[in-house]
């Protein structure tokens, strides 16, 4: 990796830090968007694997409530590993421009979700079985696309948690993702059995944790509805360009 790229990398997995530290999310979702851009979707999301495991786990660490959370989620989780295994094994079957046309079509629709603003509800008697449901679909895209957010960030946002609880619910969510798409890198059923990328990963966690460090600092200084839209329409921008690219193929 040339010392252009070696700087190029470092700039997005800052930029995708501050939106982490800003947003409590979005760490993955910008770092896969821009980071394929200049590399194959599979080396991506095996870069990213140690600072959105990290980061995540940390988001859940802190949270008040972590025995409570666990014991609410734990279904969900367990259907998030298994979606992303599935998700895994189904992308080593796609064409090599499947899974570039699969990840801009879920940024494309996060960002028009987060745009609309759409105010959901899930009623306490569908949690039980929409949750594992919502967990191995977004287990699927997990495993195919390396993007963590559809549609399991809408759904617990329907749940109507408190501010702390979501946090810590989307930080559990998210880790358990992660870490199984971790171990689907690390057995090589993609294209991510290389120490010199679990090098690479190890690395990023440096200006991953400074970008989210000053997007902590910078979250009560600026207005959080202009940063959403702006976020969302940048999600959207970026997520038509690589499925266009990938269609055009």
Known sequence: ??????A????????????KGLTAMGLPTVGMALLSMIMPPAEAAALLVVPAVLTNLAQFATGPRRLATIRRFWALGLATIAGT???ALLLG?????????????????????????LALHTPARLEPWLGPVMGLASGVLTGTTGVTVMPVAPFLQSLQLDKEDLVQALGLAFSVSMLALAATLSMDFTAGGDLRLAAASA????????????????????????????????????????????VAF
């Open 1 to 6: 990796m040339s010392l252009s790229l070696i």
């Open 203 to 246: 690395a990023a966690l440096v200006p991953s944790l400074l970008g989210m460090e000053i997007g902590r600092r910078l979250r009560i200084a600026i207005s959080q509805a202009a940063f959403r839209r702006a976020f969302f329409a940048c999600l959207i921008l970026l997520g038509a360009n690589t499925l266009l690219r990938a």
């Open 85 to 87: 295994l599935l998700g």
């Open 8 to 19: 190029i990398v470092c700039v997005i997995l800052f930029a995708a830090g501050l939106v």
């Open 93 to 117: 079957g796609l064409e090599s421009h499947l899974a570039p046309a699969l990840l801009g079509g879920t940024l494309v629709v996060y960002g028009v979700f987060g745009l609309s603003r």
